[in-house]
């Protein structure tokens, strides 16, 4: 793994060095989730939070909200103009108590995709994920590094090495004891920068449902944030980024305008508006170095190398593995 993780920063570095960090031409879309110091893959500390968006003010981006994005930009260039748009899932009540003052000071809108029957409730959804992974531990405990197909749930965490994985655990048990925003945090942060949309009535993997299932999920989250805020939430997210051709057509068949997925990427050929792409932001061994690359073009670069790599892995590495057990 440090290895893996040397040869990361190396590309990094290279990137940087053949000017890769001006900036791209597409608007980044950033992903928070939690906004604590449990040191979760999915936390970010306030500290941290405060420094990548006094950065952002520093740097003279301009913050444009989810409707401003779909509505000018999508699929278009920026001109060189720095944009960026703010995003969080989930719904963490801490996302009002460290979040929102910073956004407020920053004057920095943003989007919230809000879980509504965990509303003002626990996020009950990660009990779940956490046996989950405790049992892949369980299975795997020889092993060093933890092994998984990227088809696995989970697999960002689970491709983890073990001992990782295991501070993760006792890291999202924190979480899964935090509490959620209530109707009366949505109702003062919606009144001015902050946007609410849906994120499912309750965190399921969408494509493992029925139609009807992943119908129901959409209408009832619907239902509850129109009857709360008063207006249809035109935007989706998909709970742990799980989406389809399927899920896609049943989320624009539902009236949705759009939707964010979690695949960490950027599409620079053009924006599919019910899958885009964001950028997770997550707890950083290197500061805001690491999210100065993400906002960058070394990042697309990166991403663009890594997914050369994985397309070559898949066309002639496996075909020689399948070859070879012939
Ligand atoms: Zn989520």
Not at 293 to 320: H, M, W
Request: proline share 4%.
């Amino acid at each position: 793994m440090k290895v893996k993780k040397l040869l990361k920063i190396g590309v990094g570095a290279l990137l940087y060095l053949a000017g890769g960090f001006r900036v791209p031409q597409r608007v980044p879309i950033l992903t928070y989730h939690s906004i604590d110091t449990t040191g979760s893959e999915m936390s970010v500390f306030p500290g941290d939070f405060e420094q990548q968006m006094a950065y952002l003010k520093r740097k003279g981006y301009k913050v444009i909200s989810l409707q401003d994005f779909y509505g000018r930009y999508l699929g278009l260039k920026t001109g060189g103009q720095r944009l960026v748009v703010i995003t969080f899932d989930d719904g963490y009540k801490n996302n009002f108590e460290h979040a929102f003052p910073i956004l407020r000071k920053f004057d920095f809108p943003a989007s919230v995709f809000v879980v509504t029957s965990c509303v003002g409730g626990k996020p009950k959804w990660l009990n779940e994920v956490i046996a989950d992974l405790e049992d892949f531990c369980r299975h795997n405990q020889a092993k060093k590094e933890s092994v998984c197909s990227s088809k696995e749930r989970h697999s960002f965490l689970k491709s983890l090495p073990q001992l990782k994985l295991k501070l993760e655990i006792e890291a999202l048990k924190k979480i899964a004891d935090f509490p959620m925003l209530d109707w009366v945090e949505i109702g003062e942060m919606s009144k001015g920068l902050i946007s609410f949309y849906s994120h499912s009535s309750t965190h399921p993997h969408l494509i493992e449902l029925t139609d009807s299932q992943v119908d129901q999920e959409l209408r009832v989250s619907n239902e509850i944030l129109e009857e709360k805020l008063g207006k249809r939430a035109e935007f989706f997210c998909y709970p742990y980024g799980s989406h389809s051709p399927r899920t896609e057509s049943l989320v624009r068949a539902a009236g949705f305008a759009g939707a964010c997925a979690l695949d960490e990427d950027w599409d620079s050929a053009c924006e599919d508006p019910f899958s885009l792409k964001r950028i997770p932001i997550r707890k950083s061994s290197f500061g805001l170095l690491e999210f100065k690359f993400k906002l960058s073009r070394a990042y697309l670069r990166y991403q663009e190398l890594r997914r050369t790599l994985r397309f070559v892995q898949a066309r002639f590495i496996s075909v020689d593995v399948v070859a070879g057990q012939r």
